[in-house]
């Protein structure tokens, strides 16, 4: 149960409140302003997913059992889909894709094992959520062309990821944020890729991407059942 995921010895203290947060901070900040800038090569690549490197490091310590297996294989597909996308090969928006819909899956799984359907909060977040989601489907459906199954599984999972996040019993309310942010990001993709350019569409993308990561691995933590 997510309820027992916080280790009874996380180690020093200062390493996950302090040392291991400003290091996610400065790479995500780095890989931004360099990527904003122009910067290409396959060091870019490795820096776009050092962020969520550091942060399976954070989730070794702050983490335990079935919890901290998870995550971790959650991040490590979050992190193969950010090489993926920034590859130039063949079908590599799809590679890219699938990475991120076995990441939700995964995220998913471990969400639905502290989840409580029938409430209330429950069902507040659930219904926008919902609905949201066919408003963009509606919109991406008919755009995205021979990509559209693609990208319909891949919605499929995302929502289901954030509907298990909502449906968290405990202290789920960072849980929740970090789905949403999750899925604000994974929108602003799509809309900047199937409907219309977006102005500074890859700062927006990757500062809502690393700020959902973040947000869903304290949210994990702090999530009580």
Not at 32 to 53: C, E, R, S
Not at 88 to 101: N, R, S
Not at 114 to 127: D, M, N, T, V, Y
Not at 128 to 136: C, E, I, K, R
């Amino acid at each position: 149960m997510i309820s027992s995921a916080i280790s009874p010895n996380p180690g020093p203290g200062f390493l996950l409140r302090t040392a291991l947060p400003g290091a996610f901070t400065l790479l995500a900040a780095l890989y931004m302003f360099l990527d904003a800038a122009g910067w290409q090569g396959l060091w870019m690549v490795t820096l776009k997913a050092a962020p969520i490197a550091v942060l399976g490091v954070m989730a070794t310590g702050m983490l335990v059992g079935t919890t901290r297996t998870l995550t971790l294989l959650a991040l490590a597909f979050s992190a193969l889909g950010d090489v993926l996308l920034a590859l130039e090969f063949p079908l590599q928006f799809v590679a890219g894709l699938a990475a991120f819909l076995v990441a939700q899956l995964i995220y998913t799984g471990n969400f639905l094992r502290g989840a409580q359907f029938r409430s209330q909060r429950f069902l507040i977040r659930a219904l926008p959520l919902l609905l949201a989601a066919s408003l963009l489907a509606s919109q991406l459906m008919p755009a995205a062309g021979p990509l559209a199954p693609a990208v319909f599984c891949y919605l499929l999972a995302i929502t289901a990821m954030a509907l298990s996040a909502a449906a968290h019993r405990g202290n789920s309310g960072l849980l929740f944020a970090g789905a949403i942010i999750f899925m604000i990001s994974d929108t602003l993709i799509a809309v900047n890729r199937f409907l219309m350019p977006l102005p500074m569409a890859g700062t927006a993308i990757m500062v809502t991407y690393y700020g959902a990561q973040l947000a869903l691995l304290y949210g994990i933590g702090r999530a009580r059942a």
